[in-house]
């Protein structure tokens, strides 16, 4: 697939837009994809094809949060392109890959340059959303409780998906920890405190004291100028993320740790909403 342009990825700017109008700027078979893209899509059939736009508010499966699902349609509403699974080119950097099928029932594939609208299933993205800043909130309320009693603890990454959701840290956590745990989650959670979207440069990680999180610009495809995007959970943590999430900790719902992992000088706290 040739390169394009970054797409841009109008979400992290405005997470509650669940329609678009945009335009198409390319239409690929999956089968005619460069072997590390085709491998993004494995449950991909022989009829997939994958949409690029010129923008999105689907977000791609990254960062531990599923990808959205929705559907692309034309301005006349003849052509319905149904949206399984987003991600991040892995041949062209920026662009984002929405894979799926046409309906049986449409006109023919879209053009370059046609106008459609994105819609996403909005339902998955406020499950998708609650379960991301859970686990932002499960995460500072482990390390506030743990930083100073674990050797080498640090937050490593984490799983967002329903079913498989959990936060990795180095340092072996005992299990005596989960009811501190799940004590301290409860509190930020009812606490209802407010979940903001900020804009950092490396200067303000340094001004917050987080220079442990200053991500790398190259490996993200970054530019010198570009800001990166922080989540914000105020009187919490804040966090480099590309994700999407709800506006307090409360709308999180009942969040409960299930159970505490270790392994090789790791752990692994998972944890599922009610």
Known sequence: MSAIRRTIQTFQRDAKLHSLKTAVLAVRSVASLQDADKALYKAAQENDHVV?????????????????????????????????????????????????????????????????????????????????????????????????????????????????????????????????????LDEYIEKDMPVEIEWWDE?????????????????????????????TIVGAESYPCGGTHVDSTKLCGKTTVRKIGRSKGTSRVSYALA
């Open 52 to 184: 690029v736009t010129e923008e999105t508010i689907f977000h791609p499966q990254g960062g531990g949060q599923p990808s959205d699902e929705g559907t692309i349609k034309s301005e006349d509403g003849t052509t319905q392109f149904d949206v399984n699974l987003v991600r991040m080119s892995a041949t062209a950097e920026g662009e984002v890959l929405h894979f799926g099928r046409f309906a049986s029932s449409s006109g023919g594939p879209f053009k370059a340059g046609d106008s459609v609208t994105q819609t996403i299933d909005s339902e998955k993205r406020l499950l998708y959303s609650r379960y991301h800043t859970a686990g932002h909130v499960l995460g500072s309320a482990v390390r506030h409780l743990a930083q100073d009693s674990v050797p080498g603890f640090d937050e490593l990454n984490a799983d967002h998906a329903p079913g498989t959701a959990a936060c990795n840290f180095a340092g072996l956590l005992e299990g005596k920890w989960k009811d501190a745990f799940q004590a301290k």
């Open 203 to 231: 200067d303000d990680f340094r001004s917050h004291g987080l220079e442990r999180l200053i991500p790398d610009r190259k490996t993200l495809g970054m530019t010198d100028t570009e800001k990166f995007r922080i989540v």
